[in-house]
């Protein structure tokens, strides 16, 4: 007959065991998790380039069953809008002339010259839906580790998405503002500057918080936040957001030099299918790194 004692001791040996296989599966599972992403959409890349070639011979075959004149009438909306687009181009490119000059007249250095290359979203992991995802760009297109992901909001002004955190042989992993690793930093309208730190606040639906902000300088919701160009790899002035909500400090009983916040993201991350991939031309001149 076995002992009550022996047999509660096994029970909880049985129990401990169980829970540290667990443990290691979990953590091991973390660890290698995006290296095996990298690795697994390499090898599926052939597969998974098989929804763009279907949806482009589905777009394809859908311009032949429109009649003359429906095709007519696209076409002049297209030249229409290609006429609009031409006259906003000439009056940046007015504007890029005379930001040239006063360059010139200051002794400023040149700002940064970017290029653009258009991706595809061609893989999401369910479990981290708004962290990251994988896009149709390997090393060979330029794309580099820090790289801005850009994606047209609900109005279709651009929007930051995140960064490239990987690159591998046909694609890239990509970071987004959700990510626990992100950090960035963010211009407000009043002048002053904050960092997203996602991983260092509790999360919160929809929502990315933002911290360092000055208790001195008065914050209003809906405040647009704008990137800094202080990191290498993201250009100036794109928009990440507006300003949801800013904690309240009285002066009178804290001692607080910095206040946080929250920022309601402007691109839109459950629908994500092409995406903007900022490229630098060349490396930034030592005068404008922070």
Do not use: C
Request: hydrophobic share 45%.
């Amino acid at each position: 007959m076995k002992e009550p004692g022996k047999q509660s001791d096994r029970r909880v040996v049985f129990a401990a065991t169980v829970l540290l296989a667990l443990l290691l599966a979990f953590a091991g599972y973390r660890a290698l998790r995006r290296s095996a992403g990298l690795l697994l959409g390499d090898f599926f890349y052939p597969y998974l380039t098989l929804t763009q070639l279907a949806t482009q011979g589905v777009s394809e075959q859908s311009l032949l069953l429109l009649s003359r004149t429906e095709l007519a009438a696209k076409a002049e909306a297209l030249m229409a809008e290609n006429r609009t687009l031409a006259v906003r181009s000439r009056e940046a490119g007015t504007l890029a002339e005379e930001n040239a000059e006063l360059r010139r007249l200051l002794t400023l250095p040149a700002p940064v010259a970017w290029n653009y290359r258009a991706a595809q979203v061609i893989l999401r992991d369910p479990m981290f839906w708004r962290e990251r995802f994988l896009i149709s760009l390997d090393a060979d297109s330029g794309v580099t580790p820090g790289a801005a992901v850009i994606a047209a909001g609900p109005d279709g002004v651009p929007a930051l998405v995140g960064i490239v955190s990987r690159v591998g042989r046909r694609n890239a992993e990509v970071d987004t503002l959700f990510a626990s690793s992100l950090r960035l930093s963010a211009a407000f309208e009043n002048g002053s500057t904050g960092f997203l730190n996602t991983g260092e606040r509790q999360p919160v639906a929809g929502k990315l918080p933002v911290g360092h902000l000055p208790v001195n300088v008065k914050f209003t919701p809906g405040e647009t936040a704008l990137t800094t160009g202080y990191e290498a790899g993201i250009p100036r002035g794109i928009l990440i957001g507006r300003l949801s909500t800013v904690d309240e400090v009285d002066p009178d009983f804290s001692s607080a030099q910095h206040i946080s916040g929250l920022l309601t993201p402007h691109a839109d991350f459950d629908n994500l299918r092409f995406v903007t991939v900022a490229i630098p031309t060349g490396a930034p001149p030592e005068e404008n790194r922070p």
